[in-house]
């Protein structure tokens, strides 16, 4: 085997370690790389239209099936590009293999084209690898995959010189890649916890990303949950770790939290939070109450306390620590968990409803009730992915998701651009052509338009409902701006549909929720992508405006 080269050694390595789809760009210094994957059969190459969409078609498709898939750019622009998706990534704890065709060693500092400092990219991926020598290739590639696979996951950058890609290693070994399992001892934490929730009266499980990235850790979370008789609240990470219509469910945390949902944290003694945090987008700047007393189950050791006091921490994995705090626990809890959540939820919904919210024949359409009709539409199993914006603070709570893998949305880097690329990523994962739906909002749509030609040139079944109030919502809406008497960041309302038509993409415009609804149905039974623009009211509430009412739950 001494012709291999350095991408034979890392296609090798990547396959090894599970991977099967590349995401990339090409480029002149990426060629040795792509020329290998187009070449050999155990990998599928997705092309994008732009540097930035590329970790998030990775992130989404690891998001739906758990799979990690790799990402290759040229360096400098390339990198830079994608450095986005990294830190989105590194944020939400998916594991990528970042491949970046790096400039040769001997030749930084002379200014070769795209160079930049390989260590700009340390704050933005779990770990920054830079290959200098033939010599260093598997081991170095070997070690940044493991990182990438242990938890709690991330990307890694691998810097690998194109001359390195291209060049003989000779007979240089395979990489060998193992993942690292980490133990700790949490005895007295474990004793401590389950003292706390055998006395607690009125306990609450929060889940976070840390129940989705586990291993069992969503039924986990539901049977210690349901053992406490405690309701369930989420982050947005956590969304879909229980199934939206479970009676538990209280909806998702943030600055459009239900009231009577802040109501029962405010009342809860006792809060299990399972694999969160606690970042301040999904706490509302860390206002949120986590209940008298908090036990604190997270795999990092950086997390804890780092946002909200933990009287017990225990750093272990999410199905692990429920399962075994439930095997030790005396106490049924002391409130009924279903009927708190089905008392928070059909007080919101009423409330809803009686601004109007929830009209699907209201025209423009509000967004509350174009989610209820899309939602009616997309069978439960479908994956569905989220843009960043007001869109998607709608979505927390009035989009239920069944299933985690069903349901792809940004943490605290809630950065634009993310939701089309995530629907491509989940639709290459899907088996048999099956469909994929994206809810974005038309600001970010913008941001990643791009990329309405790759779903059409890959032939996938994405179905991209966009909520068109043509304004920044989530800023002309806010409160600064009315203190500042600025005007809305607005514009003429554009015909996405038409752009979508000349993407290859079938376009369709609506005006109500209902014919929204009946549009993604009909999408949905055909082959191909389909866009439905939508027209949604400009000046309909936020969502966090529409969650601010006084609640007449009552807990003591």
Not at 52 to 67: F, K, S
Not at 527 to 553: Q, W
């Amino acid at each position: 085997m001494t012709d291999r080269t350095g991408a034979d050694v890392l296609y090798d390595a990547l396959r090894e370690a599970g991977v099967e789809v590349l995401v990339g760009l090409p480029g002149t210094q990426t060629l040795p790389l792509d020329r290998v994957v187009a070449e050999r059969d155990g990998m599928e190459y997705v092309m994008a239209r732009h540097e930035t969409a590329i970790p998030h078609v990775a992130w989404g498709y690891y998001e739906t099936t758990g799979r990690p898939a790799a990402t290759l750019t040229v360096p400098g622009p390339g990198d830079t590009n994608a450095m986005h998706g990294l830190k989105n990534a590194a944020e939400d704890c998916v594991p990528i293999l970042h491949v970046s065709a790096d400039v040769a060693p001997a030749e930084r500092g002379k200014g070769p084209i795209h160079e930049l400092d390989p260590e700009t990219f340390d704050t933005v991926v779990k770990e920054n690898v830079s290959v200098e020598r033939a010599v260093d290739l598997p081991s170095a590639v070997a070690a940044g995959i493991e990182t990438a696979l242990t938890e709690p996951y991330g990307p890694v950058r691998l810097g690998v010189p194109s001359p390195l890609l291209a060049g003989s290693v000779g007979d240089a070994p395979d990489a060998s890649v193992t993942p690292e399992t980490r133990t700790y001892d949490n005895a007295d934490a474990y004793a401590a916890a389950r003292a706390l929730l055998d006395d607690a009266e009125r306990p609450l499980v929060y889940a976070g990303g840390g129940a989705r990235r586990s291993t069992g850790g969503a039924a986990a979370a539901r049977r210690i949950a349901a053992r406490l008789d405690a309701p369930v609240l989420t982050s947005y990470k956590g969304k879909g770790v229980v199934p939206g219509d479970d009676p538990r469910h209280l909806g998702v945390t943030g600055s459009h939290t239900p009231a009577g949902a802040v109501a029962t944290l405010d009342a809860a003694d006792v809060v299990l939070a399972l694999g969160t945090d606690f970042d301040g987008v999904t706490t509302d700047h860390w206002s949120l109450a986590m209940g008298d007393a908090l036990i604190h189950v997270t795999l990092s050791l950086d997390d804890i306390d780092a946002a909200y006091d933990a009287d017990v921490a225990i750093v272990d994995d999410v199905a692990n620590a429920a399962d075994r705090l439930r095997d030790g626990l005396d106490s049924d809890g002391g409130w009924d968990g279903a009927q708190v959540g089905r008392s928070v939820r059909e007080e919101y919904h009423a409330h809803l409803s009686e601004r109007g919210l929830l009209d699907a024949e209201r025209a423009p359409a509000v967004t509350p009730a174009l989610l209820r009709t899309v939602r009616d539409a997309v069978p439960r199993d479908v994956p569905v992915t989220t843009d960043v914006g007001g869109f998607r603070l709608w979505s927390m709570q009035a989009f239920e998701a069944y299933a985690p893998e069903t349901f792809v949305t940004a943490g605290s880097w809630a950065g634009m651009g993310v939701g089309l690329p995530a629907a491509i990523g989940a639709a290459v994962g899907r088996d048999d052509d099956a469909p994929v739906v994206c809810l974005t909002g038309d600001g970010g749509l913008m941001m990643c338009l791009h990329e309405l030609h790759t779903v059409a040139e890959e032939g996938l079944n994405v179905v991209t409902v966009v909520s068109n109030n043509a304004d920044y919502g989530v800023i002309s809406k806010s409160p600064k701006i009315r203190e500042s008497e600025s005007e809305a960041f607005a514009w003429e309302r554009a015909d996405l549909a038409a752009v979508a038509e000349g993407m290859g993409v079938r376009g369709t415009t609506v005006h109500t929720a209902r014919e929204a609804g009946d549009a993604v149905a009909a999408a949905l039974e055909r082959d191909g992508p389909d866009l439905v623009d939508v027209t949604v009211e400009s000046d309909e509430p936020s969502a966090a405006a529409a969650s601010d009412y006084e609640s007449d739950l009552d807990f003591a």
